[in-house]
């Protein structure tokens, strides 16, 4: 079985479309339509129903995907068994972050890797969580930092780096900045901020909100973290803030409060594709994680 035929199946699933498929592999669109014809007369069947819209897969093709995902991360993991013993300390790292991830750990990682491996190149996707799982899946990146279980746990290793608090943000002379202690019963006439749906932390803020009876509060929306906290500076309303974020915005007067035991918090994990053939560069990764876990 060919790889690159393999490669070409899995692209197109992913972007369900030959001719962009085509351009991310660089190669013509009638090549790659001929080797995805002689990879279904390989397997004896139709991999993708064709429309002028767009391309889905058959059933075949949906369970053949499984296979040639793993497949490819094989020969992604042997490719990296030879690069290690030509120079393992020159070998690419490539990570993918959310983006109420990325600016607050991508970096520390990062440095904490290059000093262990100082020959090292590095390469950063910053993209929701679904879209990190299937760069994951598809070889596109190495190791992804998420902020909730993924449907690809199954076929991955993780390390949990740290729990994460979501704290109550308020403005600066809000009335209940000063309160010793906060509960339910002081948030429920209070607007709620939350960023877009397609972070996973809105879903884990929303689930929050319904635990706390704010289910019905919620007003506008943000892309990012900052435009939240602007936003709660200016009398807007209140969010929660992830803990690992609350450090970094001292230019907002806003004010991070815990609810203790009636808050929440997610689980802050490095995933990877479980592979047969480990790698000295994927332990100093994970010894890297690990350090800045306790950051």
Same mark, same amino acid.
């Given at each position: 079985?060919?790889?690159?035929?393999?490669?070409?199946?899995?692209?197109?699933?992913?972007?369900?479309?030959?001719?962009?498929?085509?351009?991310?592999?660089?190669?013509?669109?009638?090549?790659?339509?001929?080797?995805?014809?002689?990879?279904?007369?390989?397997? *004896?069947?139709?991999?993708? &129903?064709?429309?002028?819209?767009?391309?889905?897969?058959?059933?075949?093709?949906?369970?053949?995907?499984?296979?040639?995902?793993?497949?490819?991360? +094989?020969?992604?993991?042997?490719?990296?068994?030879?690069?290690?013993?030509?120079?393992?300390?020159?070998?690419?790292?490539?990570? *993918? !972050?959310?983006?109420?991830?990325?600016?607050?750990?991508?970096?520390?990682?990062?440095?904490?890797?290059?000093?262990?491996?100082?020959?090292?190149?590095? +390469?950063?996707?910053?993209?929701?969580?679904?879209?990190? !799982?299937?760069?994951?899946?598809?070889?596109?990146?190495?190791?992804?930092?998420?902020?909730?279980?993924?449907?690809?746990? !199954?076929?991955?290793?993780?390390?949990?780096?740290?729990?994460?608090?979501?704290?109550?943000?308020?403005?600066?002379?809000?009335?209940?900045?000063?309160?010793?202690?906060?509960?339910? &019963?002081?948030?429920?006439? +209070?607007?709620?901020?939350?960023?877009?749906?397609?972070?996973?932390?809105?879903?884990?803020?929303?689930?929050?909100?319904?635990?706390? *009876?704010?289910?019905?509060?919620?007003?506008?929306?943000?892309?990012?973290?900052?435009?939240?906290?602007?936003?709660?500076?200016?009398?807007? *309303?209140?969010?929660?803030?992830?803990?690992?974020?609350?450090?970094?915005?001292?230019?907002?007067?806003?004010?991070?409060?815990?609810?203790?035991?009636?808050?929440?918090?997610?689980?802050?994990?490095?995933?990877?594709?479980?592979?047969?053939?480990?790698?000295?560069?994927?332990?100093?990764?994970?010894?890297? !994680?690990?350090?800045?876990?306790?950051?």
């Amino acid at each position: 079985m060919d790889v690159q035929r393999l490669r070409y199946f899995v692209e197109v699933a992913r972007q369900k479309h030959f001719t962009q498929a085509a351009e991310v592999c660089r190669v013509s669109q009638p090549s790659l339509s001929q080797q995805i014809k002689k990879l279904e007369a390989e397997l *004896g069947g139709r991999l993708f &129903e064709r429309s002028r819209e767009r391309v889905s897969l058959t059933a075949l093709g949906q369970d053949f995907l499984k296979h040639a995902r793993a497949i490819l991360a +094989e020969v992604q993991a042997a490719e990296e068994f030879v690069t290690r013993q030509q120079d393992d300390e020159a070998r690419t790292i490539r990570l *993918g !972050a959310i983006p109420t991830i990325a600016p607050y750990l991508a970096p520390a990682l990062l440095a904490a890797i290059r000093r262990r491996l100082p020959k090292a190149r590095f +390469e950063l996707l910053e993209s929701p969580s679904a879209n990190l !799982a299937e760069a994951l899946m598809t070889g596109r990146i190495d190791y992804a930092l998420l902020g909730a279980e993924s449907e690809i746990e !199954a076929e991955c290793d993780h390390l949990v780096l740290r729990r994460d608090e979501l704290m109550l943000t308020l403005p600066v002379g809000h009335r209940l900045a000063e309160l010793p202690a906060l509960g339910r &019963e002081h948030l429920l006439r +209070e607007r709620v901020l939350l960023l877009e749906k397609a972070h996973c932390l809105a879903g884990q803020v929303g689930a929050l909100c319904k635990q706390l *009876g704010l289910q019905d509060h919620f007003d506008l929306q943000g892309s990012q973290i900052d435009t939240l906290l602007g936003l709660v500076e200016q009398g807007f *309303g209140l969010t929660f803030t992830p803990a690992i974020a609350s450090r970094v915005h001292p230019h907002r007067r806003v004010v991070f409060r815990s609810l203790g035991k009636a808050g929440g918090a997610r689980e802050i994990r490095l995933l990877w594709i479980r592979q047969q053939f480990p790698t000295r560069a994927r332990g100093v990764v994970q010894e890297a !994680a690990r350090e800045c876990s306790v950051g």
